[in-house]
């Protein structure tokens, strides 16, 4: 992302003009290193998020809504004492740094006088600072004297800028043709030599000429009004950065830079929010999946010692067929095995303890109990299998989920399921269940579930004579085609067996096997899983996978 000099210089010459005059209404921190300032402006009012992370480091207004935490940081604590209903008097580039500053006349009960908040986009090190008649306040990220001994930010000490990395002003011609030296410079010579240009800006300038530049290129490049803000987009189809103007034929262009920053900067926080959750949920569940894993092979281990059961018994039948033979104080003897197909002998271990009769019983009773293990050890291997498999359903939704959406009730199966704590907020009463996948394709309405709530509700907004199709063997969404009393096409059955295959485990394979029957035929067990159903009088259809986005309606 271009968060440097030159790109900065204009986003603060656009927020000076968007800002000028303002009135901050309200402080927040949705996150740890951001802030959200709710500016009331001449057009209304807007949200600015200053934000110093090391990624998404940035200054720009805001459409998302995030939610705040219950207790405000101290820092936040800090700027509502002096910044509550202050008055933006003017919003800057400090120098041809990376640093934007926004200046304050404040009125509350703490203060009455005139503020600057400085805002450092400078990758690791971006920092909000607060100060007064150019001492520090306070600051986001503070350092101490033995952390940093060339920059200290804590309250009561002067605020300096960072130090120079002795690199060329481009805003200075004379400055550009002292490091150029007559010469042209490539795209790593400008990032290296010419202060506030990232490299992606110096690949713009370098495209924009059509090869190495000179100095005087590069200083009328930077000091140009003419600019066609954009986003530009990767080969598939994602925002990748945005720029204040782009030789970048895969762009969406905008009149205002503010307004392509949020943009891209939406869509950052949307797909980090989606990534975070489906993080958060697969984390919850490999956990369960992987216990419900040992559980089962410790079953199956005990299962297999039980497997001698019947040569227990078999030992004690011979015990007791013998004992004529047999006295106290034996440690063993040898018997022939009447009950094989072939006789043959068998050697039998004895307590010298015990009498014969004693021996014979405790076969029997350890035969007893290893059949009792067994009845319980199956029921509990049918239990685990069918959690397991419960598990990596709830797994394979998750892995197609493709937003926000896709995981908004997942995360309370998981919940109910007692693998995640169930959250501290409540939800607004208008917070809705999302809409199942919806296409259209032949004159006929295809329904496909997120997730195995969904696939539940689906389930019961069929009428009997609808097609219900799932994938033959392998964890997937229900999909159910609309007919609505009609014939439903071959060619519309595949297209849902395509998109059902796409929502499903199998979803790599080239080739997949989907069933389909009337919804008639489809039937939920009492007390059973979220998203299990049982089946009959089915086909089948072998498709490759496809999401046939084209065919979407939501």
Request: charged share 30%; proline share 4%.
């Amino acid at each position: 992302m271009p968060q440097d000099a030159y790109t900065l210089r204009y986003v603060a010459a656009a927020l000076k003009e968007k800002l000028a005059d303002g009135k901050i209404s309200k402080i927040n921190m949705p996150e740890k290193d951001e802030l959200s300032l709710i500016i009331y402006t001449r057009s209304g009012s807007v949200k600015l998020e200053i934000c110093s992370s090391a990624k998404n480091n940035r200054i720009s207004l805001g459409k998302s809504d995030k939610p705040n935490p219950a207790v405000a940081p101290n820092f936040c604590m800090l700027l509502r004492k002096h910044l509550q209903n202050a008055c933006i008097t003017d919003i800057r580039q400090v120098a041809f740094e990376r640093i934007v500053a926004i200046e304050l006349d404040t009125f509350s009960e703490f203060s009455n006088g005139h503020m600057t908040l400085y805002c450092e986009i400078m990758g690791k090190y971006s920092n909000i600072i607060l100060v007064e008649k150019g001492i520090i306040l306070g600051a986001l990220k503070q350092t101490t004297l033995e952390e940093n001994a060339k920059r200290v930010l804590f309250s009561g000490v002067k605020y300096t800028l960072p130090p120079p990395q002795g690199k060329a002003d481009p805003t200075s011609l004379e400055a550009l043709r002292a490091i150029f030296g007559g010469r042209t410079g490539d795209e790593r010579f400008i990032c290296d030599n010419v202060e506030g240009i990232a490299y992606s800006t110096a690949v713009e300038i370098c495209s924009y000429y059509g090869g190495d530049v000179t100095a005087e290129q590069v200083f009328e490049y930077v000091n140009s009004d003419d600019i066609s803000p954009c986003v530009t987009y990767s080969e598939k189809g994602e925002p990748n950065d945005f720029k204040a103007r782009s030789v970048l034929k895969n762009v969406k262009k905008f009149d205002d830079i503010l307004d392509a920053q949020r943009e891209y900067y939406d869509y950052v926080y949307i797909k980090r929010t989606f990534e975070d959750a489906k993080r958060k949920l697969s984390t919850a569940l490999h956990g369960a999946v992987k216990k419900a894993e040992k559980r089962l092979a410790q079953i199956n281990a005990k299962l297999l010692e039980c497997e001698a059961a019947d040569e227990i018994r078999l030992k004690g039948e011979l015990i007791t067929a013998n004992i004529y033979r047999l006295e106290k104080g034996m440690a063993g003897f040898e018997a022939d095995d009447y009950y094989s197909e072939q006789p043959k002998k068998i050697r039998i271990e004895l307590d010298r303890q015990l009498t014969p009769s004693q021996n014979a019983q405790k076969y029997f009773k350890r035969y007893a109990k290893m059949k009792r293990t067994v009845e319980a050890l199956t029921a509990q291997r049918a239990e685990t299998e069918e959690k397991l498999d419960y598990l990596l359903s709830i797994d394979a939704h998750i892995c197609a989920a493709e937003c926000i959406f896709d995981l908004k009730e997942t995360e309370g199966e998981l919940v109910a399921a007692d693998l995640l704590k169930k959250p501290a907020e409540k939800r607004k009463k208008t917070d809705e269940a999302a809409p199942l996948r919806e296409y259209e394709t032949g004159g006929f309405t295809v329904y496909v579930g997120r997730n195995n709530a969904q696939n539940d509700r689906l389930l019961k907004a069929l009428s009997p004579d609808d097609l219900w199709l799932h994938v033959n063997r392998f964890h997937s969404s229900h999909a159910g085609i609309i007919a609505n009393g009609r014939d439903v096409p071959d060619e519309v059955i595949l297209k849902a067996a395509e998109i059902c295959a796409f929502y499903s485990e199998a979803r790599e394979r080239d080739k997949v096997t989907v069933d389909y029957t009337k919804k008639k035929f489809v039937k939920k067990p009492p007390k059973s899983n979220p998203g299990f159903v049982i089946y009959t009088d089915y086909t089948n259809i072998i498709v490759s996978p496809d999401a046939h986005r084209e065919l979407a309606k939501n």
